[in-house]
């Protein structure tokens, strides 16, 4: 199981980026994959997680609500993650990572319900 995020990069605030996160060695879509971030001298962040199966639901972080969209492409077994209106505050290092079935009494953005990480990918947000 390996995951790669990749698509970050430089973007000046009110700017947008798409991230992605490219599976291999599994489906995807049989996965809960979530994102989230690490920015300098802070903790790990939740920001989203799509669901596995049919359902696929959605869930976000409050910081992310209304900015970010978290989405699959089973055809690529990749799931991406559109970032608009960006803010210095959403610079960070962001991984994405994936859960074969999350833990049933664990927030569906609990980092300690996945179970493969994968490397992170820079987000700058310039002010």
């Known amino acids: 199981v390996q995951l790669q995020a990749y698509g970050g990069g430089l973007v000046q605030n009110g700017g947008s980026l798409r991230l992605a996160c490219a599976a291999s060695?599994?489906?995807?879509?049989?996965?809960?994959i979530g994102w989230f971030r690490q920015a300098p001298g802070k903790e790990r962040e939740a920001v989203s997680c799509?669901?596995?199966?049919?359902?696929?639901?959605?869930h976000y972080a409050e910081s992310a609500q209304g900015r970010f969209t978290i989405s699959r492409d089973n055809a690529e077994n990749t799931v991406y993650l559109q970032m608009n209106s960006l803010k210095p505050e959403d610079t960070a290092d962001y991984y994405c990572a994936a859960s074969g079935m999350l833990h049933p009494i664990l927030d569906p953005l609990d980092s300690r319900g996945y179970d493969y990480w994968g490397q992170g990918t820079q987000v700058t947000v310039s002010s």
């Open positions: 060695g599994f489906t995807a879509s049989s996965y809960t």
């Open positions: 799509i669901t596995k199966g049919d359902g696929n639901n959605t």
